[in-house]
T-cell receptor, first 116, second 111 residues
Framework: GAGVSQSPRYKVAKRGQDVALRCDPI?????LFWYQQALGQGPEFLTY????????KSGLPSDRFFAERPEGSVSTLKIQRTQQEDSAVYLC??????????????FGPGTRLLVL | KQEVTQIPAALSVPEGENLVLNCSFT??????LQWFRQDPGKGLTSLLL?????REQTSGRLNASLDKSSGRSTLYIAASQPGDSATYLC??????????FGAGTTVTVRA
């Protein structure tokens, strides 16, 4: 079956531009996660949705970062006024149920963002 | 805050040698620990998941151990192959949903 997909796969933005990154989770998955992975580092948690509810946004680096999942399926991560330090791979993951403590998360291929 | 450390950062071995990858974490109050594989330009693939009540998990040539009290896990890969070349990430789940990752060990298996 189809896995988690993300688009675009690569994005080059000029400093100050706004960008929108899309995540299509596995159909029917309740939980959705966004992570940021800097070069040579492990992924860092950004935010967590259970259906359309954003239950945790504690990892978002600044108020320039905004995520939504309005219908409980597709999610968009928006970054306003991009800065060079936003350059990273943005990973999306989903899992079948809420409270995913005993389940693995299924990851998409990521969007590689480069801010010039 | 949970801190996860992986040693070594990189490893290069000849084909057929066994691999030993280490992971340590600072807070022993975890739900589970997972080992992921990451290939360049691709997402993460879960290899093994060990619940906090378990001591080890095995899948084929892979075996992972967990010592929660000392905050350590080890991933063993037997009889390595060139196709095992990738970055291996350790991640711990410290609450219902938030994974904390190490920086990874990049493995190269030479043919």
């Amino acid at each position: 079956g189809a896995g988690v997909s993300q688009s675009p796969r690569y994005k080059v933005a000029k400093r100050g531009q706004d960008v929108a990154l899309r995540c299509d989770p596995i159909s029917g998955h309740v939980s959705l996660f966004w992570y940021q992975q800097a070069l040579g580092q492990g992924p860092e948690f950004l935010t967590y949705f259970q259906n359309e509810a954003q239950l945790d946004k504690s990892g978002l680096p600044s108020d320039r970062f905004f995520a939504e999942r309005p219908e409980g399926s597709v999610s968009t991560l928006k970054i306003q006024r991009t800065q060079q330090e936003d350059s990273a791979v943005y990973l999306c993951a989903s899992s079948p149920r809420g409270g995913a403590g005993v389940e693995t998360q299924y990851f998409g291929p990521g969007t590689r963002l480069l801010v010039l | 805050k949970q801190e996860v450390t992986q040693i070594p950062a990189a490893l290069s071995v000849p084909e057929g040698e066994n691999l030993v990858l280490n992971c340590s974490f600072t807070d022993s109050a975890i739900y589970n620990l997972q080992w992921f594989r990451q290939d360049p330009g691709k997402g993460l693939t879960s290899l093994l998941l060990i619940q906090s009540s378990q001591r080890e998990q095995t899948s084929g040539r892979l075996n992972a151990s967990l010592d929660k009290s000392s905050g350590r896990s080890t991933l063993y890969i037997a009889a390595s192959q060139p196709g095992d070349s990738a970055t291996y990430l350790c991640a711990v789940l410290s609450n219902d949903y938030k994974l904390s990752f190490g920086a990874g060990t990049t493995v190269t298996v030479r043919a």
